[in-house]
């Protein structure tokens, strides 16, 4: 499918996501509530609504690309534009932490 490198996570992606989704590391207890937070803060401020609504659902709902798009009324192609522009604009956010 033409679309799915849009789709797919990078390393720094995944890796990031791995470490907002742990729950048994003491250590980094802290650092991940900060990194929460930030992330929070930057999906409110720095993306579109249209960005965080495709981020959203497909992160935090764990739904497809294809029920995004019927969910939204909007092409498989614009959700995967919005999720890879809007995962751009996080991770310069994150880049800061």
Do not use: P, W
């Not at 789709?7 to 720094?12: H, I, L, N, Q």
């Not at 996501?17 to 980094?28: G, H, V």
């Not at 809007?86 to 932490?97: E, F, N, P």
């Amino acid at each position: 499918m033409q679309f799915k490198r849009f789709y797919e996570e990078t390393d720094k992606e995944a890796s990031m996501l791995a470490f907002l989704r742990s729950t048994n590391d003491s250590t980094n207890c802290d650092k991940r509530k900060r990194m929460k937070k930030i992330l929070k803060v930057a999906m409110t401020n720095e993306l579109t609504a249209r960005q965080r609504d495709c981020i959203y659902l497909r992160y935090f709902q764990k739904l497809k690309a294809e029920e995004i798009a019927d969910e939204l009324d909007i092409s498989k192609a614009t959700v995967y534009k919005h999720i890879r522009l809007g995962m751009r604009s996080l991770k310069k956010c994150a880049a800061y932490l």
